[in-house]
């Protein structure tokens, strides 16, 4: 079946570590996204990607950093320099109908 | 810049009762609009769109019509399940070209209660 996967579904991150969520999309889409999502707020967008080894900071890029070298691909690492990362963090895709479909999420908790 | 604006909840229903879920915005120009939902510990589930002024979305008994004149892309469903509690969110996009960027609302927790 087509569609995203993100892994894994739970992360834990001691203090100045860097810790990388995976997302891959099988759905043949050229973009990719990074979100950021907290208690009773929206989502707030991290850092997406038009095509591959291109990608363009979003509202609350600092603190983390992401790669596009596939298609398929567009992992997230929480770089130590991001003081509060607990969150549930969602990846998405779109392709030439430009909705964007959601993959189910990372929850990252600090220890 | 843009903005999308959803009434506070939450709200708490019983089951068949009328659901609507105000959603307004603010963008130049012509947005796409979306209503996603979410239930626990889930990603996000497109509900429905519409894509340009008097269009209305529809699916699984949820529907919204955008309305320009108001800005507004309210959700609405005539009869409620214990399985609609969930947490909705309205979004709007702009621009044509792929990778268009989304604006998302804070979210609408709705509860159904048998």
């Known amino acids: 079946d087509g569609g995203i996967t993100q892994s894994p579904k739970y992360l834990f991150r001691k203090e100045g570590q860097n810790v990388t969520l995976s997302c891959e999309q099988n759905l043949n889409h050229d973009a990719m996204y990074w979100y950021r999502q907290d208690p009773g707020q929206g989502l707030r967008l991290i850092y997406y990607s038009q095509i591959v080894n291109d990608f363009q900071k979003g509202d609350i890029a600092e603190g983390y950093s992401v790669s596009r070298e596939k298609k398929e691909s567009f992992p997230l690492t929480v770089t130590s320099a991001q003081k509060n990362p607990t969150a549930f963090y969602l990846c998405?895709?779109?392709?030439?109908?430009?909705?964007?479909?959601f993959g189910p999420g990372t929850r990252l908790l600090v220890l | 810049g843009n903005s999308v604006t959803q009434m506070e909840g939450p709200v708490t229903l019983s089951e068949e009762a009328f659901l609507t879920i105000n959603c307004t915005y603010t963008?130049?120009?012509?947005?796409?609009l979306f209503w996603y939902v979410q239930y626990p510990g889930e990603g996000l589930q497109l509900l429905l769109k519409a894509t340009k002024a008097d269009d209305k979305g529809s699916n699984k008994g949820f529907e919204a019509t955008y309305r320009k004149e108001t800005t507004s892309f309210h959700l609405e469903k005539g009869s409620v399940q214990v399985s609609d509690s969930a947490v909705y969110f309205c979004a709007l996009r702009r621009g044509e070209t792929s990778g268009s960027r989304l604006t998302f609302g804070e979210g609408t927790q709705l509860t159904v209660n048998p």
């Open positions: 963008a130049t120009g012509y947005p796409s």
């Open positions: 998405a895709s779109s392709g030439a109908q430009e909705t964007q479909y």
